[in-house]
Antibody
């Protein structure tokens, strides 16, 4: 079974960029049938999908597919580091509303659902 | 965006009871619906995908049904370890959206 682990700073200043990494073990991000996503959960609230990335493993033009939540107003960028088997999230111009637990997850073959999740990492935006 | 509306937001039931949670989509999502269980302080866990298919390793007392815009998650023979918050999520189109969650408490 794959294991996912989020890492990154727990405290980010307002207006700066939040950067998180998800390390994947027992599975390969690139050149698989799986997609990889970020989901967040503000304290005491529900889940919000941030974005999903797919790495075809190709070395040619456009090897990645990305899907982002338009509610985040183009502040989101996701990427893959194949050498480290990691994928990342950058969220720019953060505010207190971005304070949340951030989860990375794998979208499996079953019904497009997220079947494996990291434990989550709490990120607080301070003023 | 497709809005997902869960009801009730809270339910309290006894061990052995049957609990049903409903999720309504604002437009047709066919069978692209998943249910997750989230215990306090933990990541969500996939229970049901494609509206009615049980994820491997999930107890058979959990079941899902529905298609189109109306879906339900049923927990038969409620157990103490089922105390958690349950979320539905549509996977029909982007952006993916979740319901507001239903907290299940054991009396």
């Amino acid at each position: 079974q794959p294991q996912l682990q989020e890492s990154g700073p727990g405290l980010v200043k307002s207006s700066e960029t939040l950067s998180l990494t998800c390390s994947v073990s027992n599975g390969t991000i690139a050149n698989s049938s799986f997609y990889w996503g970020w989901i967040r959960q503000p304290p005491g609230k529900g889940l919000e999908w941030i974005g999903t990335i797919y790495d075809s493993g190709n070395t040619d033009y456009h090897p990645y597919l990305t899907y982002y939540n338009p509610s985040l107003n183009s502040r989101v960028t996701m990427s893959v580091d194949r050498s480290r088997n990691q994928f990342s999230l950058d969220l720019t111009s953060v505010t207190a509303a971005d304070t949340a637990v951030y989860y990375c997850a794998r979208r499996g073959d079953n019904g497009r659902a997220f079947d494996f999740w990291g434990q989550g990492t709490m990120v607080t935006v301070s003023s | 965006d497709i809005q997902m509306t869960q009801s009730p937001s809270y339910v309290s039931a006894s061990v052995g009871d049957r609990v049903t949670i409903t999720c309504r989509a604002s437009q047709n999502i066919r069978s692209w619906l998943a249910w997750y269980q989230q215990e306090p302080g933990k990541a969500p866990k996939l229970l049901i995908y494609s509206a009615s298919r049980l994820q491997s390793g999930v107890p058979s007392r959990f079941s899902g049904s529905g298609s189109g815009t109306e879906f339900s998650l049923t927990i038969n023979n409620l157990q103490p370890e089922d105390s958690a918050t349950y979320h539905c999520q549509q996977a029909n189109s982007f952006p993916r959206t979740f319901g507001g969650g239903t907290k299940v408490e054991i009396k």
